[in-house]
């Protein structure tokens, strides 16, 4: 049993900063890949950034540059630092974790997403 609790998302003004944090705890031997994704008003979850096991990260075009995927291990927590923020990075921003358990499964969970919303 994981559970995943997000926290950060907050009003902002355009040009503003924010991070987000996704902490995961339960039943885990470790943790594979994690990643970001936000849903808009009337628009499918995409993919923001997502950032492996070996650090190595992808992030997508409309963010590049402005956001920052890292991961803390030893804390089963990955956060997204978003900076330069547009009004059309309003979303509600889930996390999406690979937890590796002792015996050897593998499940994906989903955050229960968090508001951020950017607006003059």
């Known amino acids: 049993q994981v559970q995943l609790v997000e926290s950060g998302g907050d009003l902002v003004q355009p040009g503003g900063s924010l991070r987000l944090s996704c902490a995961a705890s339960?039943?885990?031997?470790?943790?594979?890949?994690m990643g970001w994704y936000r849903q808009a008003p009337g628009k499918q979850r995409e993919l923001v950034a997502r950032?492996?096991?070996?650090?190595?990260?992808n992030y997508a075009d409309s963010v590049k540059g402005r956001f920052t995927i890292s991961r803390d291990n030893a804390k089963n927590t990955v956060y997204l630092q978003m900076s330069s923020l547009k009004p059309e990075d309003t979303a509600v921003y889930y996390c999406?974790?690979?937890?590796?358990?002792?015996?050897?499964?593998?499940?994906?969970?989903w955050g229960q997403g968090t508001q951020v919303t950017v607006s003059s």
């Open positions: 999406h974790v690979g937890v590796i358990y002792s015996g050897g499964g593998y499940t994906a969970y």
């Open positions: 339960g039943s885990i031997f470790s943790i594979d890949a």
């Open positions: 950032i492996a096991s070996d650090g190595s990260t």
